[in-house]
């Protein structure tokens, strides 16, 4: 995994992923006590940052393999990012999901036109659900964030990050990433570690499921021990990947960890200060720069909004519990 | 009033202005039965593209001039623009604004260091306060749309729409405008005419503040009879003003009125399938794009998100009443 591979991702991916804008607010910087930069990837097709990597990954397939048809696990994300390339590729896309799910999530899958099946995440066997369908129909599985392609496709948002940064004139910032598997965050890494070195890259991740944070600070990987879901659930897996751990040891810098009260607050903050929509999972890394500034370094945070969606219900209650008048 | 004039503002507000994204959803497409492409503007600086007008309006002042001051009458967006843009250059900004503007409007431009003269719009003489004040002080007045630099400024948004589309291929189309006094679509409508001949500018109005629509369909300057505000406050204006419309009458096709309800609406789609927070006022022209279609033409619409500046209970109210789960 280098800086090639990103760089052939975007050129796959150019006109077709939108370049998301990195945006700021003066109220923001004076609650940080910073500047801060943030990265909209809300703003992407699908409304996350997945379908980047999703893009990525069918487009690096062979024709045949991808004429086949394609199948993923997701709670939501990636499984619309899966749905959309695949649907613009005209492809099969078979998507696994826990029946948990927030519902915008799987209504959205299935109105890409993916065929959506639903497990139930306590009794029933993904994988063998997953493998059983892939075997029959020879679909290629497509993972979350373990795939050099997928990272390759994530690394593309570093590759924008770093030159609107230099744009603004800044070439050394902290830079958070909501981090879940690690496929956004060890892609900018590696982005940033060719295009600008003077910036490292730092996991945010919500309260109890701090894998990657803590595996960073153990150096080898840690598994998640609370329940399999949360607030955040953009985010939450159980543990950091083979792939993508590696690459997160060797360029980042320690994990921030951030309360499910943090990301809402985060959440009201982007409404009201840049108005953008933000998911929990996809809040964590604002979190972490406005709320805990003593833990980060420098003039200036550069963080990640990877997502925004997000039930009416649970925008409604963060707005009203920890918005502002 | 012409291209060079757009041209010229925009070179000096390059570095300044946001060039906003033009985003779409496959759900929006197919609520309106055509491509939706939207104009997010709820992204600029200070939450509304007023930005661009009053830092067109301040830095084509003579410097001397500048640095004893400005001036603005505004329920807010022009306010928080002008607020800003005087901060930059470091002069003085006082703002009159109503009593009964959006709290957070008034907030926010206090927070953008202006000077704020509240007056009640019943009983008081806002051009008596400001002339007062202006002669007092040597201020000089910015105009929030009847300003041949101001509508420079707003059609700086109509360059970036035709650079936008025709990189997605699309050079006609209609373009709807969320319309107050006019000088966001006036100006949209004279930079599209010198880079997209083939698209046309269509205000877009709430109802009972239809006095562009009304004014095109007559061909002279008509008034709102109604009350002096309304849920969309950004875009009601008494009338078109004297600069703005003689370029829309030459230039726009016939405005679309849509309800406060579609307004809302459209405010919870935006939420849903953009991950934008509109405002009422700029709302409308997606209301216009998706639930009046039959009013539009073309395979293609393109259409304004004006801003994005909303107290949180209006926002809540929407997206309860009018939101999707």
Known sequence: MDIHRIEAAAGRLKGHARVTPLLSSPFLDEIAGRRVL?????????GSFKYR?????????????????VIAYSSGNHAQGVALAARQFGV????????????????????????????????????AIGTKLSQDRGLTLIRPFDDPEVIAGQGTCGLEIAAQAAELGVTEAEVLVCCG????????????EARAPRMRVRPAEPEGFDDVTRSLASGRIERNTGS????????????????????????????IVVSDDDAQRAMALAF??????????????????????????????????????????????????????
Do not use: W
């Not at 990597?53 to 048809?69: F, I, K, T």
């Not at 406005?290 to 003039?299: S, Y």
């Open 38 to 46: 943030i990265k909209a990837e809300c703003l992407q097709h699908t």
């Open 53 to 69: 990597g999703a893009r990525s990954a069918l487009s690096a397939l062979p024709d045949e393999q991808r004429a086949r048809g």
């Open 92 to 127: 099969g896309a078979v998507i696994i999901m826990p029946s948990d799910a927030p519902r915008m999530k799987i209504d959205n899958t299935r109105a890409l036109g993916a065929e959506v099946v639903l497990y139930d995440r306590a009794t029933e066997d993904r994988d």
């Open 181 to 192: 598997g690690g496929g956004l965050t060890s892609g900018i890494a590696l982005a940033l």
């Open 228 to 255: 399999a879901t949360g607030l955040c659930d953009a985010i939450v897996t159980p543990q950091p990947g083979n792939v993508t751990f590696p690459i997160m040891h060797r360029l980042c810098a320690p994990g």
């Open 272 to 325: 009201a200060r840049l108005k953008l929509v933000a998911e929990p999972g996809g809040a964590v890394a604002l979190a972490a720069a406005l709320f805990h500034p003593d833990r980060v370094e420098g003039d200036t945070v550069i963080c990640t909004i990877s997502g925004g969606n997000v039930d009416r219900a649970v925008f409604l209650h963060a707005l009203t519990q920890f918005g502002q008048d």
